[in-house]
T-cell receptor, first 114, second 114 residues
Framework: DSGVTQTPKHLITATGQRVTLRCSPR?????VYWYQQSLDQGLQFLIQ???????AKGNILERFSAQQFPDLHSELNLSSLELGDSALYFC?????????????FGPGTRLTVL | GENVEQHPSTLSVQEGDSAVIKCTYS??????FPWYKQELGKRPQLIID?????GEKKDQRIAVTLNKTAKHFSLHITETQPEDSAVYFC?????????????FGSGTRLQVQP
């Protein structure tokens, strides 16, 4: 157990819908990263928050958005869902905001868009 | 953007043999190179990392080597065991994020045959 929690574990929804994925970082970690992992694909970096502020942006679609709250938990919002958005979404946390901090991954949320 | 190329995509070895996975990167200013292991249905976990001020790092049966001139780094697993079977990802700082986040390779599926 990494100490990072994600809810829900599974999510099944229809095209065009909107969902919210939630992540709670390890105690003491200020940074949260979001990744998308499609079937048999690598980890695609979406976005990073550090202490409530957006710190880095990767290949995140405009239909997706995220935020980090004062208690440091983060939410990833996915809207106008398409079939291709079906994937495993991981969040990870680290102490600092730079890439050379070990990232601890949560168990992931499996999103299925029908 | 920063690309990290990883080879091979699949690797099958006999128990007790060695396994080598290679990654190349393009950003000469990259200074941190972690390796993550993802077992089937589980979260990625850091297994070893190396910084650009050293050429090699070992941890029991796992080692990572870095060639800054050629811009490649490799993961070496000796005396492989069935529990080493997993997908392995290399990563490097993502230049387009100011090197605040990581970009991951496409992964290597290692199968250790008993």
């Amino acid at each position: 157990d990494s100490g990072v929690t994600q809810t829900p574990k599974h999510l099944i929804t229809a095209t065009g819908q909107r969902v919210t994925l939630r992540c709670s970082p390890r105690s003491g970690d200020l940074s949260v990263y979001w990744y998308q992992q499609s079937l048999d694909q690598g980890l695609q970096f979406l976005i990073q928050y550090y202490n409530g502020e957006e710190r880095a942006k990767g290949n995140i679609l405009e239909r997706f958005s995220a935020q980090q709250f004062p208690d440091l938990h983060s939410e990833l919002n996915l809207s106008s869902l398409e079939l291709g958005d079906s994937a495993l979404y991981f969040c990870a946390s680290s102490v600092g905001g730079n890439s050379d901090n070990e990232q601890f991954f949560g168990p992931g949320t499996r999103l299925t868009v029908l | 953007g920063e690309n990290v190329e990883q080879h091979p995509s699949t690797l099958s070895v006999q128990e007790g043999d060695s396994a080598v996975i290679k990654c190349t990167y393009s950003d000469s200013a990259s200074n941190y190179f972690p390796w993550y292991k993802q077992e089937l249905g589980k979260r990625p976990q850091l297994i070893i990392d190396i910084r650009s001020n050293v050429g090699e790092k070992k941890d029991q049966r796992i080692a990572v080597t870095l060639n800054k001139t050629a811009k490649h780094f490799s993961l070496h697993i000796t005396e492989t065991q069935p529990e080493d079977s997993a997908v392995y990802f290399c990563a490097a700082p993502f230049k387009d994020t100011g090197r605040r986040a990581l970009t991951f390779g496409s992964g290597t599926r290692l199968q250790v045959q008993p």
